[in-house]
């Protein structure tokens, strides 16, 4: 039967930084460093500091280490000779680059720093260029909804200033507390909602960026219907700041809705899973935002890890579901939901759940399915894994991983999108173990590969799969991505290391 939440009140703020013991970077081999490029010199900063001011212009080891290791402590840079430049306009950022061209320092963009391949983080010593500082909205047109604002903006205050409008962002990500909307373009992040709102590929109507020579391109169209010769903005979304510096986004926003309902549902096994999916699109329709996906693993990983909350469930179940509905008439949604639920339930396909009955149940229920990663790395070490596959072999390869680690005693956990088939297979550790690595890797590239799938659904590239790349894109694609990036960047000072396989 429908139960009411039993959720208790949250005490995390989505987005706040990983409780998880440092790790060196052990599990992935380090590429050699670029011998063409050189080290930042006193001369250097000294010419930094003129161009910013001396306290935009970081070197010091206590004030540069939360931008040289991710969240994750994962990956972190195998040098302590660091800098960090904060710079506020884009004219900055061109001059910052020229100079790093003409002296061949490697740069590494950041936004928030919350990705999780370690594409924000330097490898050696490349300086780091934080959008930390450039966090102004530009524009917002009430009519169109449409809004032009700085790389920096954080993800979530966005979508705060939109909302007095009755807007919202298009896509809502766990770490929307910290991440920046430039790192979201330059990563093509996904998110909770993509299902409902598409990829940023279609609602990021323009971009300014800067080139690692310092040229601006400066395509921060704001015309829904712009079809003048080569669409240049695709070329920076999901190019982890390879190509260039994003350091303005203009994004089509849509109506916050007036009604929302949020369910929680029980399936006995993955079948049923599908079936429930299916009849979501059917049932709900114009009104379905989120089909969101986890496996009994991960919810008592949250429950293990986080003492905010209890099951909010009467009995365990092997699969969940989570369905979020977003529209603007209360009584004409709700009245679609109960029919989709009693239709689920009635044959079976749904054996429990929970309707929130108010806002605040919603978020809680949603915030069980965000924690996950948090409680996976406040236990310990985690392999991370962001792969998309065919709905069939959408949750075989939890169960053949599983298969695979038996002999140890690693956990593992599996949740995501199922809306567009993007797995989130995560193994948890206690610590770092070179066994349960080399069972996994290439295991889980090749077993996604297999299907057609995609190595990495949202997170990137990073310093993660390089290597890997080629089970994913042709071998003729890849020769064209590292043409296109020895035009746009000759030197390859831009997130060296970063997405393409090694060529120096």
Known sequence: MILPSLLRTTRRQVGAVSTAQSFALRAFSTPSRNPAHASW?????????????????????????????????????QSSHQMVLKPKTTEQVSAILKYCNERNLPVVPQGGNTGLVGGSVPV?????????????????????????????????????????????????LGAKGTCQIGGNVATNAGGLRLLRYGSLHGTVLGIEAVLADGTVIDCLSTMRKDNTGYDLKQLFIGSEGTLGVVTKVSILTPPRSSSKNVALLACEDFASVQKAFVEAKKHLGEVLSAVEFMDRQSL?????????TKDPLETPSPYYVLIETSGSNADHDMEK??????????????????????????????VIREDITVALAARGYV????????????????????????????????????GDCNVHLNISTLEYDDEVFKALE??????????????SAEHGIGTHKPGYLHLSKSD????????MKKMMDPKGILNPYKVLPETH
């Open 124 to 172: 050696y010593d490349e300086i780091v260029l934080s959008t930390s500082s450039m966090g102004s909205v530009v524009s917002f047109d009430e009519v169109s909804g449409i809004l032009v604002c700085e790389a920096g903006c954080i993800l979530e205050n966005l979508d705060n200033y939109v909302a007095k409008h009755g807007y919202m962002m298009p896509l809502d």
């Open 383 to 418: 392999y991370k894994y962001d792969v998309s596959l065919p709905i069939e072999q959408y949750y075989k390869i939890a169960e053949e991983t599983r298969e695979r680690l038996a002999p140890t005693d690693a956990k593992v956990v599996c949740y995501g999108h199922i």
């Open 41 to 77: 010199t006193d001369d250097d900063k000294l010419y930094f500091q003129q161009l910013l001011k001396p306290e935009s212009v970081l070197t010091d080891a206590d004030d540069t280490e939360a931008y040289t290791v991710d969240w994750l402590k994962k990956y972190k840079a």
């Open 476 to 483: 003729n694609a890849i020769k064209l991505m590292q043409q």
């Open 337 to 366: 939901l109960n029919e989709y639920l009693e239709d689920v339930m009635g044959s079976g396909v749904v054996v429990d759940g929970t309707v929130a009955q108010d806002e605040a149940q919603a978020r809680k229920l949603f």
């Open 300 to 308: 008592d990983m949250v429950l293990s890890q986080q003492d905010w």
């Open 442 to 455: 290439p295991f889980v590239f090749e077993w996604t590969s297999k299907y057609r799938g995609s190595i």
